[in-house]
């Protein structure tokens, strides 16, 4: 069973940077692709972007594509993701999610298995 842990989130400036961090315990965590979601208040839970398991060709939501990098760190079970140029309509709760192993990256939330307890994000303008 894997465990999810998010860390990072905070209040920042318009323009600002952050970088939010997932960790992992409990299971085989290189070996399964890795998601960023985010939801808003009122909002649905959405896609932000995906690091497969073997860290090829990273996916993005496209308005995220420009502004924000995933990456991961297999020896210390952990995934990052970096967000510069913070925009207020970036404001949620960010949530990293795991998927079953050895298989790609997905949009939809319910395709993922595992998920962390999320970190709230505020951008101020």
């Known amino acids: 069973q894997v465990q999810l842990a998010e860390s990072g989130g905070g209040l920042v400036q318009a323009g600002g940077s952050l970088r939010l961090s997932c960790a992992a315990s409990?299971?085989?965590?290189?070996?399964?692709?890795v998601a960023w979601f985010r939801q808003a208040p009122g909002k649905q839970r959405e896609f932000v972007a995906c690091?497969?398991?073997?860290?090829?060709?990273?996916t993005y939501a496209a308005a995220e594509k420009a502004r924000f990098t995933i990456s991961r760190d297999s020896a210390l079970n952990m995934v990052y993701l970096q967000m510069n140029s913070l925009k207020p309509e970036d404001a949620a709760v960010y949530y990293c999610?795991?998927?079953?192993?050895?298989?790609?990256?997905?949009?939809?939330?319910?395709?993922?298995?595992?998920w962390g307890q999320g970190t709230q994000v505020t951008v101020s303008s």
């Open positions: 690091i497969p398991w073997n860290s090829e060709s990273p």
């Open positions: 999610a795991a998927r079953r192993r050895y298989s790609g990256c997905y949009y939809s939330d319910n395709d993922y298995n595992y």
């Open positions: 409990g299971g085989t965590f290189s070996s399964r692709s």
